[in-house]
């Protein structure tokens, strides 16, 4: 089986999108509520007959890994996290979105906020909070000055896979994911859930990458100087 150059060039370029992928994991190593993305390849779904010289094709596809992380606990009572399935929903320009992050602020007209401004949906619509002593129970209840006030909207899907990734680690439903809502909610406040990346493994990763781009760069040296002898000999032939 003889490979060329952009054989092998399509192989480096998977590993290069795999490196952006173990990048963008890492740096967002401590981002609460984030999944990491990873890589998944197969080779040869092109190839009818394993006998023949036909160069199997590489194709790759990205899936995120919605694997619970780490709870750190911080006192703050505006932030909590939840513990096994479930998003956070938020309203956005685009419509709604899904979200595992739970550092949520209020703003000044008392709605409360996600990170990134977005009003964070209750059972009954956007939340709004009017008083100074604030909790929220393990069910979702929001109690503003012993009053509740709304109940945090939590969602599942059937197929998270089916999940959209869009910008400051939210998540978003082209419809086919399976919304539902959560019957039972295990909300852990005063916690926030982090990142579910590990720098260890992704490090080992980014080296292994590493290590591929090297044998790549070999292999085409190699087949450069196999097809520079093959034309100094066809010139001498002539």
Same mark, same amino acid.
């Given at each position: 089986?003889?490979?060329?150059?952009?054989?092998? =060039?399509?192989?480096?370029?998977?590993?290069?999108?795999?490196?952006?992928?173990?990048?963008?994991?890492?740096?967002?190593?401590?981002?609460? +509520?984030?999944?990491?993305?990873?890589?998944?390849?197969?080779?040869?779904?092109?190839?009818?007959?394993?006998?023949?010289?036909?160069?199997?094709?590489?194709?790759?596809?990205?899936?995120?890994?919605?694997?619970?992380?780490?709870?750190?606990?911080?006192?703050?009572?505006?932030?909590?996290?939840?513990?096994?399935?479930?998003?956070?929903?938020?309203?956005?320009?685009? +419509?709604?979105?899904?979200?595992?992050?739970?550092?949520?602020?209020?703003?000044?007209?008392?709605?409360?906020?996600?990170?990134?401004?977005?009003?964070?949906?209750?059972?009954?619509?956007?939340?709004?909070?009017?008083?100074?002593?604030?909790?929220?129970?393990?069910?979702?209840?929001?109690?503003?000055?012993?009053?509740?006030?709304?109940?945090?909207?939590?969602?599942?899907?059937?197929?998270?896979?089916?999940?959209?990734?869009?910008?400051?680690?939210?998540?978003?439903?082209?419809?086919?994911?399976?919304?539902?809502?959560?019957?039972?909610?295990?909300?852990?406040?005063?916690?926030?859930?982090?990142?579910?990346?590990?720098?260890?493994?992704?490090?080992?990763?980014?080296?292994?990458?590493?290590?591929?781009?090297?044998?790549?760069?070999?292999?085409?040296?190699?087949?450069?100087?196999?097809?520079?002898?093959?034309?100094?000999?066809?010139?001498?032939? =002539?």
């Amino acid at each position: 089986m003889s490979y060329t150059i952009s054989d092998i =060039a399509g192989a480096a370029s998977v590993k290069l999108n795999q490196l952006d992928l173990v990048s963008n994991n890492i740096a967002n190593a401590t981002t609460p +509520g984030y999944k990491t993305e990873h890589m998944m390849a197969s080779v040869g779904d092109n190839v009818s007959d394993p006998t023949d010289n036909q160069v199997p094709r590489i194709s790759a596809s990205v899936y995120v890994d919605f694997s619970q992380g780490g709870l750190e606990e911080t006192g703050n009572p505006l932030d909590v996290a939840l513990q096994g399935r479930g998003f956070f929903e938020v309203e956005t320009p685009a +419509g709604p979105a899904y979200t595992r992050a739970g550092n949520f602020t209020i703003n000044r007209d008392g709605t409360l906020m996600n990170k990134m401004g977005y009003p964070v949906m209750g059972e009954s619509g956007r939340i709004r909070i009017d008083g100074e002593d604030i909790r929220i129970s393990r069910d979702g209840v929001i109690e503003a000055d012993g009053v509740d006030v709304a109940t945090l909207k939590v969602v599942l899907f059937e197929d998270p896979n089916q999940l959209k990734r869009a910008a400051d680690g939210l998540f978003v439903d082209s419809g086919r994911a399976g919304l539902k809502k959560a019957d039972e909610k295990n909300v852990q406040p005063g916690y926030l859930e982090m990142s579910n990346a590990s720098v260890m493994k992704e490090m080992v990763q980014m080296i292994d990458i590493q290590r591929s781009f090297e044998l790549y760069q070999k292999a085409i040296q190699t087949v450069s100087e196999q097809d520079r002898l093959a034309v100094s000999r066809v010139g001498r032939l =002539a």
